[in-house]
């Protein structure tokens, strides 16, 4: 576990950051940017949660839980040679969002349109959640040695966000219109 009794240690001021096996890299590494934008999915997670109950709160406190995992994972490259076993997202994790996924989907109707974002507050805040979770994948690949069930994961959460929001929405869903607002 981690401890932390003192927030500020004043070694990032000189632009850069640490990795988990001890190394500094600058704050601009591909890296760093990779955890930012996974640590910005769990935020948006959160203001889901804010809207979301029962089985919803619960997988999104399980996700977000995942997040820190996945911030782990980023955060000690796959050539460290640690002293002890390195935290990584397992392919058991993906699955679980594939199985959660599935379920969510059943009851849906087929789509016969895009979706645009919005609906019930909690919808719009998955969409959200979506997109920025969208950009983490895109920035996790390019750290050239994250793992397969990392990147696997990032890409499920999406898809996962996306059918939860059509889910949060049910009668609400909007859909795309494609020229509906175009002048005559």
Known sequence: MVTLSKIYTRTG??????????RRLPKTDARFAAIGAVDEVNA????????????MAAALAR?????????????????????HPPLRILPEQVARLEKEI????????????????GGTPLAA?????RTVCRRAER??????????PARRYLNRLSDWLFVAARAA?????????????RPA
């Open 63 to 83: 996700i977000s839980n995942d997040l820190f995992d996945l911030g782990a994972d980023l955060a000690l490259p796959a050539t460290a040679t640690p002293a």
């Open 139 to 148: 920035d996790t690949l390019s750290v050239p040695d994250t793992s397969e």
């Open 102 to 117: 599935d379920a969510m989907n059943a009851p849906l109707a087929p789509l016969k349109s895009f979706i645009l974002p």
């Open 13 to 22: 001021d000189d632009g850069t950051s640490g990795l988990a096996d001890g």
């Open 125 to 129: 805040h998955l969409h959200l959640a």
């Open 44 to 55: 948006t997670i959160g203001l889901c949660r804010l809207h979301a109950q029962d089985d």
């Open 169 to 181: 929405n049910g009668a609400s869903e909007i859909l795309w219109q494609p020229g509906l607002t």
